[in-house]
């Protein structure tokens, strides 16, 4: 706490002891003054008006079909209700007969939690007005018979725990206390107790006594929301504050691991990229916390917490575009589809993500500055505006609560923020953004820092390649659902737009689980100015022999994508694959090369030697400077969401896919290919970019050194994997160049991706007048003929900008 606060308030550390040494010893239904427990009814009072919504119309849209929606699930539920020994529902057999770990125990503990999340939906729907059941006896009496009945034979204080560790201390109570909030005067004093008591169990304070393991990040802040509702229901003060101070390891900046980073990347699992999923839940769980908390003894006010406000705009809203959170920052998340537990059979989907984060953010802005709350709500009401494809305000991912949040921004005063202009690198985790006008694109990648691709848990057991330079784009009003509409179990897995990849057949979950598939590979980033961007990736094949670098040039409309040194040794073809559109079920978008309309039936497949450019109407043009042979085909591709993620749904499901690659042959040595990707582009300017030949020169496209320069943008960029010359610049050490220049001034940005430290020299040979602004970091050796600089770079994989005037 800061050295101002009144002396009554105790260190974070002294406060996490006492917190500890307090609840090992004060029984759960501790008897507090009057005033204290008029300070718990109203924590009480409000997490039910957070989780049940205020400030709505039941009668009306879309609350009304949501309430309606919940009363028959409740009335299904009800019905399907059959205790038994082990279960509580037929389709849900909680009791393990071997309890331990293995994948049998993780799927008894998931119904286990299952089972509490039903009876959680009973709870809300007997206290939730206007869904056919509110105050309904009958149903109050299954939901106590069913409490009951998981207390008698499952969680309870002294039972062990099996199969997965999250469901016993984050899902289960949960859903357990939410349930007991809802009810609470329903339910009984020793009702009450009895679940302080499983709880206290399950997770006791040690649960936190530690910032590692499976104790940081956002199942940090699940944690803390268990603790803080167990504290308010047990009306234990010392609960409630070691959940607020539990929080404080999550907000400081991290430089390797789990967390939030300065450049804006969030990491879960040690090597994982998760602002779209992992994130989304500790930036909620912190979201309702602040809201619960505030105002109370126990407010959190620890200035780190600022870090998580800035985080709204740092981290989360450069992967959220037009509503949706990009896959590339979703992990195993991507592959959940339907799910099989899923009543309302809803597809969860990158739009479905984005909304959850989109929600997160309307609830947080209560907590923030009035400055940041209207710039948040202006964002919100932005993304509700333009989320044509699965529009916000009628989410099947959100509920009351959430809808009714996003309503009231949507009919207040902020003016709706449009979508960004720029580029933001994420060297911490090892991705990119590209924003244009009309467009929108990231880059995933992978290095020894962050995996490929992450398993586990029998989710995403084929997203192998999702981190070998997958280049994902959208539209502002076109191609939204992209990745939405059954991408995942439909795609080609060994041919993601962007990647490179071998054809060696892979076993499902291939390189091992939670992030274990990383490569040996440390040249991996980029240098950016914030608009345009040099972007570079040493590839190593996942399981094969394959070696590339890959190095992508963004620019106002333009992607220019380069490929060298590529090499296989597995006895099977090497690919670049150009793009791989989902064209819908029944997609028979036209596709032109070189002014040629080939056919758009299913099946079709053609070799396009010596091709100069092509077009995909509705997407975006590509051109192949100075020609190159493309393979080209259109496939109806059928798969099932339970081919990705054992818990989905085994139906079937049919997408028409268009696809352009380049072939490298069986086994190649330093391979190469050249390719512009034009999101949007007519093919008349397709076809005029492919005949300007002077608006792109390609300086260098080897294993050693990789560059362009596009006069009419001012734009050079050189991704040195070597020390050496490219054109005007020669660099000491392995270095990512990027240089924008004007008539009168130039602006130059560099990064070392080894991140080893090593201090680069950058000569440009150029004539330099004066350095006008450089960071602290760049040392200026001579300006005049040429401009000598000297950087020295850090670990980070940090820009280090300098700007100087033309002589």
């Known amino acids: 706490m800061p050295a101002s606060l009144p002396a009554l308030f105790l260190s974070r550390r002294a406060l996490l002891r006492t917190a500890l040494a307090t609840t090992a010893t004060v029984p759960f239904a501790v008897i507090t003054p009057a005033h204290a427990a008029d300070a718990y009814d109203t924590l009480r009072a409000t997490w039910r008006d957070l989780i049940l919504g205020t400030g709505f119309d039941p009668a009306a849209a879309p609350y009304a079909a949501k309430l309606a929606d919940l009363g028959a699930s409740a009335t299904a539920l009800r019905s399907s209700m059959s205790p038994a020994t082990g279960s509580l529902w037929p389709d849900l057999p909680f009791a393990d007969p071997e309890p331990d770990t293995d994948a049998e125990s993780y799927t008894f503990s998931g119904n286990l939690q299952l089972s509490y999340q039903r009876l959680r939906t009973l709870a809300e729907a007997f206290a939730q007005p206007g869904n056919g059941l509110t105050g309904d006896p009958g149903l109050l009496d299954a939901v106590l018979t069913g409490v009951d009945h998981l207390h008698t034979q499952a969680y309870r204080a002294g039972r062990t725990r099996y199969g997965n560790w999250y469901n ?88 390797s691991g789990d967390g939030l980073y300065a450049d804006g990347s969030f990491v879960q699992h040690t090597y994982v990229p998760y602002a779209g999923s992992y994130g989304a839940v500790m930036l909620g769980g912190l979201a309702l916390l602040f809201a619960l908390l505030k105002g109370s003894t126990w407010e959190v006010a620890d200035p780190g917490r600022q870090v998580v406000l800035d985080s709204v705009e740092n981290a989360y809203a450069p992967f959220l575009f037009n509503g949706l959170a990009m896959d590339a920052v979703s992990g195993r998340a991507i592959s959940r589809g339907v799910q099989k537990a899923d009543p309302r059979k809803v597809r969860q989907d990158d739009h479905l993500r984005g909304h959850a984060i989109i929600a997160c953010v309307a609830l947080l802005a209560r907590s923030a500055s009035a400055t940041e709350k209207a710039r948040w709500d202006g964002m919100v009401k932005g993304w509700i505006a333009r989320d044509y494809y699965s529009p916000l305000l009628t989410s099947p991912q959100l509920g009351v609560a959430q809808l009714a949040r996003l309503q009231a921004v949507a009919d207040g005063p902020a003016t709706a923020a449009p979508e960004p202009v720029g580029h933001r690198l994420f060297p911490g985790m090892d991705r990119a953004v590209h924003r244009r006008p009309g467009w929108a694109a990231s880059l995933a990648m992978a290095s020894h820092r962050i995996t490929y691709y992450e398993t586990g848990n029998e989710e995403n057991l084929r997203a192998w390649h999702s981190g070998s330079g997958m280049l994902y784009w959208w539209g502002s009003d076109y191609a939204n659902g992209q990745y939405s509409d059954d991408f995942w179990p439909t795609v080609d897995p060994y041919r993601l737009p962007g990647t490179t990849a071998s054809r060696t057949p892979l076993a499902d979950a291939a390189g091992g689980p939670w992030g274990a598939a990383r490569p040996d590979a440390r040249w991996v980033g980029g240098a950016s100015d914030g608009t345009h961007a040099a972007v570079g990736q040493y590839l190593k094949g996942l399981s094969s022999t394959l070696l590339a670098k890959k190095s992508w040039f963004f620019l106002d409309d333009t992607v220019v994508c380069l490929g060298a040194g590529i090499h296989g040794r597995d006895g099977t073809a090497v690919e670049t694959t150009v793009e791989n559109r989902n064209l819908g079920a ?120 990789q560059g362009v320069r596009v006069p009419s943008a001012g734009f050079t960029g050189v991704n040195f994997w070597f020390a050496g010359t490219v054109g005007d610049l020669t660099a000491s050490a392995p270095a990512s160049v990027m240089i924008r220049e004007t008539a009168t001034t130039a602006t130059l940005c560099l990064s070392a991706p080894l991140r080893d430290g090593t201090t680069v020299d950058l000569t440009w040979n150029r004539p330099a007048a004066s350095v006008t602004a450089k960071d602290p970091s760049v040392q200026i050796l001579s300006t005049g003929p040429s401009l000598k600089l000297r950087i020295t770079p850090g670990t980070l994989g940090a820009v280090h900008r300098t700007t100087v005037r033309l002589a």
Not at 192 to 210: K, Q
């Open 586 to 705: 029944n997609g028979v978008h036209r596709f032109t090369a070189d002014g040629t309309v080939h056919p758009a039936t299913p099946g079709w497949s053609a070799t396009l030697p010596a091709t100069r450019w092509a077009h995909l109407a509705g997407h975006g043009g590509y051109v192949f400077p100075g020609g190159a042979t493309v393979r080209a085909a259109r496939q109806a591709r059928t798969g099932a969401w339970s081919d990705i993620n054992k818990a989905a749904t085994t139906t079937s499901v049919t997408r028409r896919y268009l696809t352009l690659w380049c072939d490298h042959g069986t086994d190649p040595t330093d391979a190469t290919y050249a390719y512009l990707l034009m999101p949007g582009a007519s093919e008349s300017q397709t076809a005029a970019r492919a005949a300007d030949t002077d608006w792109l020169t390609v300086l260098a496209n080897t294993d050693d050194q």
């Open 168 to 255: 016993w201390q984050i899902g289960i109570p949960q859903a357990l206390l939410d349930l007991c909030v809802l009810l609470h005067d329903q339910l009984g004093a020793t009702r009450l107790d009895r679940t302080c008591a499983a709880v206290d169990h399950f997770v006791p304070d040690s649960a936190v006594a530690n910032y590692t393991g499976t104790s940081t990040g956002a199942n940090r802040v699940d944690l803390c929301r268990v603790l803080a509702l167990r504290g308010v229901l047990g009306r234990t003060p010392a609960k409630l504050a070691l959940a607020r101070d539990a929080l404080s390891p999550v907000f400081p900046l991290v430089t």
